[in-house]
């Protein structure tokens, strides 16, 4: 099966080609190609031998599978299962055990230099006990699964960033997939969990065009993260006028007010969310009312309180502004002293000068 | 561990704005009590006038023009009140400021639309760039300018031209550019006891001093 095209498996499952470019054209616009451009991709995906993934999941919650295969099929998301000859995977494959590991070890064979590694979660290195599969540590199995990976996606908050795991004081030392994955391309598509369509066009665009997206400066693909979510956000309006929400309750939010002073990071937020949109497209956070948690960005759980205006300080200040102020005083009075031993000195030195001086021609 | 923009507006809001605040803390402390436990020396002389109103007098005759002044140095005037009121405006009366004061202090109060603030940081940055050439090509004020002045002038354009920046996505990604925004604004507040600056505070006891030392010597206002 793993010999198989896309396009013979496709039909195998009995999707119509009617859906099939559907699926292409709405990957097309969602990537901002050129609308000619579904055509193309769908042919490239017709033909293409679908590349075989090795799934890894480190110190994660499965939200990002669920994220992937929590839709209705065949949605666009539904169909990347399609795509992709999944070969390891450990919640969704159905061995275990020495044979899963089987499974991994044949697939890392036959297709070396050649296979998709997605990794979600994060690998801690603080001691190699906390986190293992199959007795091997998260580090040792990356290091050993990227030799043979033609590009590694880095699926979620934890794998592209360190997530929640690396959240302070970080307990297990966990780091990011690129911290380890220095020799392959590394995309990464964070989220807290990513959204299925934007894995769905990752892995679209590399069967398309044989390489990996155009990347940021954090390595995530610019056609989904090149805007922040305030910058697409339909109540961005609101924003500009300054007309906020004051709790979750009130009149604006009851008509939809800008959720800024609640705590929104879309400012600072780079997705998707706002254009693409959550489960086929029917809503997201902030439409259902709810700010922007900025779970695509580094640190978001350590950024200060969900809600909690961004602009506002995310480290007490009554306790070291106090001694501040204490210490300020006790500075101010040791110059004051300084100063007025000094007057006293000068007043002290000041010699009488009498007419006689004056007439003196020295 | 690369430092990612996150990183550093993370660090911006958190630790850096409380440092910020400390020395701004410690230092205002320790420079009003130097200031004004300086003292002056004993006047022994008789006072010329009836003195006693005349130094609160100085504290608001010193908001109008002097006589004659608006002509001959209209920048200075003009441009004095435009800038002030302007960065008073900027700073209080923009949304998320309120909010970070909200944080700070406990409470806030209405802010204005956006596009006002924004048109008011647009006044108020070309005023002073118009006070800096005016401060360059005027031979009286060049001859009296020092390096602190110059410092102090870029320390109060770097908050109004990166919050700007930032608001407009110009030049680098926003978060960045919002990073870099409070960074500076961090860097005006550690600058402020220790520069000029401090006249936000000591402006009005050193007008009533002037006042009240002119009223002795017989000029009161």
Not at chain 1, 2 to 16: I, K, N, P, Y
Not at chain 2, 148 to 163: F, H, I, Q, S, V
Request: glycine share 10%; with cysteine.
């Amino acid at each position: 099966m793993a010999d198989m095209t896309v396009g013979a498996l496709l039909r195998e499952r009995g999707v119509s080609r009617r859906t099939f470019l559907k699926f292409c054209t709405a990957l097309a616009s969602l990537m901002a190609l050129p609308p000619g451009m579904g055509g193309a991709i769908a042919r490239a995906l017709e033909r293409a031998r679908r590349p075989s993934v090795i799934w890894l999941s480190f110190q994660e919650c499965t939200g990002c599978t669920e994220s992937l295969t929590r839709s209705a099929t065949p949605t666009v998301e539904g169909l990347i299962l399609d795509l992709i000859s999944l070969d390891y995977h450990h919640t969704l494959q159905a061995a275990s055990g020495t044979a899963a590991e089987a499974a991994r070890e044949r697939a890392m064979k036959e297709a070396f230099g050649h296979y998709v590694l997605i990794v979600d979660g994060s690998i801690p290195l603080g001691n190699a006990g906390y986190s293992t599969i199959a007795g091997i540590s998260n580090a040792a199995l990356l290091a050993e699964t990227a030799q043979g990976a033609a590009a590694v996606v880095a699926v979620g908050s934890c794998a592209s960033f360190g997530g929640l795991p690396a959240a302070e004081p970080n307990p297990t030392g966990a780091v990011a997939v690129s911290e380890l994955v220095k020799d392959r391309p590394v995309v990464n598509v964070p989220g807290c969990p990513p959204i299925g369509v934007v894995i769905a066009g990752v892995v679209a665009h590399y069967l398309t065009f044989g390489k990996v997206p155009e990347l940021d400066a954090l390595g995530r693909p610019k056609v989904f993260y090149g805007e922040t979510i305030h910058d697409r956000c339909y109540r961005r309006t609101f924003y500009d006028r300054g007309m906020f929400a004051e709790s979750f309750d009130d009149e604006g939010a009851r008509k939809g007010w800008c959720l800024y002073k609640l705590g929104c990071k879309g400012p600072v937020t780079y997705n998707a969310c706002a254009t693409t949109k959550w489960n086929s497209g029917i809503s997201f956070p902030i439409q259902s009312g709810h700010g922007c948690l900025g779970c695509s960005e580094p640190a978001f759980w350590d950024v200060g309180g969900f809600y909690h205006a961004l602009s506002m300080t995310t480290t007490p200040l009554n306790k070291p502004t106090g001694i501040a102020l204490a210490a300020g005083a006790v500075v101010g009075a040791a110059v004051a002293i300084g100063n007025r031993k000094k007057q006293a000195d000068a007043r002290k030195g000041h010699q009488k000068a009498t007419l006689g001086d004056l007439e003196k021609t020295s | 561990m690369t430092v990612t923009s996150m990183d550093l507006l993370l660090w911006a809001r958190g630790p850096g704005f409380a440092a910020a605040v400390v020395i701004f803390a410690l230092g205002m402390v320790w420079r009003l009590i130097e200031i004004f436990s300086l003292g002056r020396k004993p006047d022994l002389s008789l006072p010329r006038e009836r003195d006693g109103a005349s130094g609160m007098n100085t504290v608001f005759r010193r908001f109008l023009f002097p006589p004659g002044m608006l002509r001959r140095a209209p920048v200075t005037y003009l441009g004095g009140y435009v800038f002030h009121i302007g960065f008073g405006v900027v700073l209080l009366f923009f949304v998320p400021h309120i909010e970070l004061a909200r944080g700070v202090v406990g409470f806030g109060w209405p802010g204005l639309p956006t596009p006002i603030v924004d048109l008011v940081a647009v006044i108020t940055m070309v005023t002073l760039v118009v006070m800096l050439v005016s401060r360059i090509t005027d031979p009286a004020k060049r001859l009296i300018s020092t390096f602190e002045d110059y410092l102090t002038w870029a320390l109060t354009l770097a908050p109004l031209l990166t919050g700007y920046l930032a608001y407009h996505h110009l030049l680098l990604p926003y978060p960045t550019m919002l990073a870099l925004h409070i960074l500076a604004a961090e860097l005006l507040l550690v600058a402020m006891p220790f520069t000029k600056l401090i006249h936000f505070v000591t402006v009005f006891p050193a007008r009533w001093y002037n006042g009240d030392l002119f009223g002795h010597k017989g000029v009161p206002s």
